[in-house]
Nanobody, 117 residues
Framework: QVQLVESGGGLVQPGGSLRLSCAAS????????MAWYRQVPGKQRELVAS?????????NYADSVKGRFTMSRDNAKNTVYLQMNSLKPEDTAVYYC?????????WGRGTQVTVSS
Protein backbone atom coordinates (compact mmCIF):
# COMPACT_ATOMS: atom_id res chain seq x y z
CA GLN A 1 0.00 0.00 0.00
CA VAL A 2 1.27 3.46 -0.93
CA GLN A 3 -0.16 6.78 0.23
CA LEU A 4 0.60 9.85 -1.87
CA VAL A 5 0.28 13.46 -0.75
CA GLU A 6 0.77 16.31 -3.20
CA SER A 7 1.72 19.84 -2.19
CA GLY A 8 3.00 23.06 -3.70
CA GLY A 9 0.03 24.15 -5.76
CA GLY A 10 -1.37 27.65 -5.70
CA LEU A 11 -2.08 30.78 -7.68
CA VAL A 12 0.66 32.12 -9.94
CA GLN A 13 0.82 34.72 -12.68
CA PRO A 14 1.51 33.74 -16.29
CA GLY A 15 5.23 33.26 -16.79
CA GLY A 16 5.74 32.31 -13.17
CA SER A 17 6.97 29.10 -11.59
CA LEU A 18 5.81 26.53 -9.07
CA ARG A 19 7.30 23.35 -7.73
CA LEU A 20 4.98 20.51 -6.85
CA SER A 21 5.98 17.75 -4.48
CA CYS A 22 4.50 14.30 -3.98
CA ALA A 23 5.48 12.55 -0.78
CA ALA A 24 4.94 8.80 -0.65
CA SER A 25 4.55 6.63 2.41
CA UNK A 26 4.69 2.87 2.41
CA UNK A 27 7.18 0.42 1.15
CA UNK A 28 9.24 -0.02 -1.98
CA UNK A 29 8.86 3.52 -3.32
CA UNK A 30 11.96 3.12 -5.44
CA UNK A 31 10.31 0.29 -7.35
CA UNK A 32 7.38 2.37 -8.55
CA UNK A 33 7.04 4.24 -11.79
CA MET A 34 5.87 7.70 -10.81
CA ALA A 35 3.86 10.14 -12.85
CA TRP A 36 2.14 13.51 -12.72
CA TYR A 37 -1.29 13.94 -14.31
CA ARG A 38 -3.59 16.92 -14.48
CA GLN A 39 -7.30 17.38 -14.95
CA VAL A 40 -9.64 20.27 -15.64
CA PRO A 41 -13.41 20.05 -15.12
CA GLY A 42 -15.16 18.28 -17.94
CA LYS A 43 -12.00 16.82 -19.40
CA GLN A 44 -10.13 13.55 -19.01
CA ARG A 45 -7.12 13.36 -16.77
CA GLU A 46 -4.00 13.73 -18.90
CA LEU A 47 -0.44 12.58 -18.40
CA VAL A 48 2.01 15.41 -17.80
CA ALA A 49 5.23 13.55 -17.02
CA SER A 50 6.50 10.18 -15.86
CA UNK A 51 9.74 8.79 -14.51
CA UNK A 52 11.11 5.27 -14.19
CA UNK A 53 11.69 3.61 -10.82
CA UNK A 54 15.42 4.23 -10.65
CA UNK A 55 15.19 7.60 -12.27
CA UNK A 56 18.19 6.86 -14.45
CA UNK A 57 16.29 7.38 -17.69
CA UNK A 58 15.13 10.80 -18.74
CA UNK A 59 11.52 11.49 -17.80
CA ASN A 60 8.83 11.50 -20.47
CA TYR A 61 6.80 14.66 -20.96
CA ALA A 62 3.63 15.65 -22.70
CA ASP A 63 4.34 17.82 -25.73
CA SER A 64 2.46 20.69 -24.12
CA VAL A 65 4.96 20.94 -21.24
CA LYS A 66 8.27 19.96 -22.87
CA GLY A 67 10.96 22.51 -22.20
CA ARG A 68 8.96 24.11 -19.37
CA PHE A 69 8.39 21.33 -16.82
CA THR A 70 10.97 19.09 -15.18
CA MET A 71 10.15 15.96 -13.21
CA SER A 72 12.58 14.41 -10.76
CA ARG A 73 12.57 11.92 -7.91
CA ASP A 74 14.49 11.49 -4.69
CA ASN A 75 14.17 7.87 -3.64
CA ALA A 76 15.93 8.57 -0.34
CA LYS A 77 13.11 10.98 0.55
CA ASN A 78 10.30 8.98 -1.10
CA THR A 79 9.38 12.10 -3.02
CA VAL A 80 8.86 13.16 -6.60
CA TYR A 81 8.84 16.73 -7.84
CA LEU A 82 7.48 18.68 -10.76
CA GLN A 83 9.22 21.95 -11.44
CA MET A 84 6.94 24.08 -13.58
CA ASN A 85 8.36 27.15 -15.29
CA SER A 86 6.93 29.62 -17.80
CA LEU A 87 3.45 28.74 -16.66
CA LYS A 88 0.52 29.49 -18.93
CA PRO A 89 -3.19 29.92 -18.16
CA GLU A 90 -3.82 26.61 -19.93
CA ASP A 91 -1.71 24.88 -17.29
CA THR A 92 -4.49 25.57 -14.79
CA ALA A 93 -5.70 22.23 -13.45
CA VAL A 94 -5.69 19.90 -10.50
CA TYR A 95 -2.38 18.04 -10.55
CA TYR A 96 -2.29 14.44 -9.36
CA CYS A 97 0.58 12.16 -8.46
CA UNK A 98 0.42 8.49 -9.46
CA UNK A 99 2.49 5.51 -8.40
CA UNK A 100 2.42 2.27 -10.36
CA UNK A 101 4.04 -1.13 -9.95
CA UNK A 102 2.68 -3.80 -12.30
CA UNK A 103 -1.08 -3.78 -11.68
CA UNK A 104 -0.88 -1.74 -8.47
CA UNK A 105 -1.86 1.86 -9.05
CA UNK A 106 -2.16 4.55 -6.40
CA TRP A 107 -3.29 8.16 -6.70
CA GLY A 108 -2.94 11.19 -4.52
CA ARG A 109 -5.80 13.60 -3.87
CA GLY A 110 -4.36 16.33 -6.06
CA THR A 111 -3.25 19.92 -5.69
CA GLN A 112 -4.80 22.89 -7.48
CA VAL A 113 -2.64 24.99 -9.78
CA THR A 114 -4.15 28.22 -11.08
CA VAL A 115 -2.32 30.41 -13.57
CA SER A 116 -3.98 33.77 -13.83
CA SER A 117 -3.20 37.46 -13.79
Amino acid sequence: QVQLVESGGGLVQPGGSLRLSCAASGSSFSGYTMAWYRQVPGKQRELVASITPGGSSSPNYADSVKGRFTMSRDNAKNTVYLQMNSLKPEDTAVYYCKAQFLSRVYWGRGTQVTVSS
